[in-house]
């Protein structure tokens, strides 16, 4: 039998090229170099050849093996990266599936507080987290040598306030000083609740963070009286905690309110705390100090005003043991609300 080699190189390159998907340039490989294949059919061929043809079979056989050789394994990736491409444009695949969240229980309780005073008549502002010392002190009559002020129970910025000379900015350390900011742009009858973050650089344990969030409230009128300050917390705890909670109001002291006094609660769904009266906010009626800094005219109007501490209800509400539970992002913790 004679062998045309140079046929047989032509026909290997073109078999190759033609191979569009890896099983194809597989074929092409057994064809020409498996057990079965050409190139051993050209080294069987040797044992009845003549010596003259044994000479250029067996250098053919060679010459065949190293070219088939050489251009599959040039075309092997080749198509390699065609599979990886026609993978990822598989429209047939499964999609990764997204879990749906779920709201922070700190952003469920702030909404659900909020929902209550809608209902009372109450709207909703806003204030800046970083704040001047106006704002967060001098305004709501707290005086310069307060504790307060100290470093040590605010966090004073690099920043330099610009409205005050060698002063620095703060980031609020209570949500009081949106009771000001409200009153100079508007006057009375107004009724607002000023929910947010405030931050205070107190140690961390199981019921101290460095930020946390507080609900003020602010009702500004002609007759507003410390009997329409205990109404109103009496009809927020009511709907909030259920009817059966008990209520009292410790007298207390704040620099903005006069007269203050602290809020704490006693009810029987506040697993393994009942019997324990527990401190949820602070109140009193506005101090005219206050009015004057927001630039109302004096005796002129009366306000009461109180400040809640969201983490607080919500670990109340909820039995949570430990405030850091509400930063952690333990996914096995958030799914339950
Ligand atoms: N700002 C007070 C606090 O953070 C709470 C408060 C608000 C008290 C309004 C009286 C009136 O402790």
Redesign the pocket.
Known sequence: MSWDIEKIKNDVAADVNAAEVLDALEAVRVKYLGKKGLVQEMYAGLATASPEEKKTLGKGANDIKVLADALIAQRKPLLAATVKRAQALDVTMPGVAREPGTQHLITQTIEEICDVFERLGFVIQRGPEVETEFYNFTALNIPLDHPSRDSFDTFYLDEKDPTAAGRYLLLR????PG?VRVMQKHKPPLAVIIPGK?YRPDAVDASHAFMFH?I??LLVDKHVTFADLKGLLTAFCKKFFGDDVKMRFRPHF?P??EP?AEVDIQSNIFKGRAGKWLEI????MVHPAVFAHAGYPPGEYSGL???LGVERIAMLRHGIGDIRTFTENDLRVLKQF
């Open positions: 350390s209570h949500t009081s009771q405030v507080q003020e409230g704040f903005f309110t203050s906010l602070g109140c009193g005003a109180f400040g």
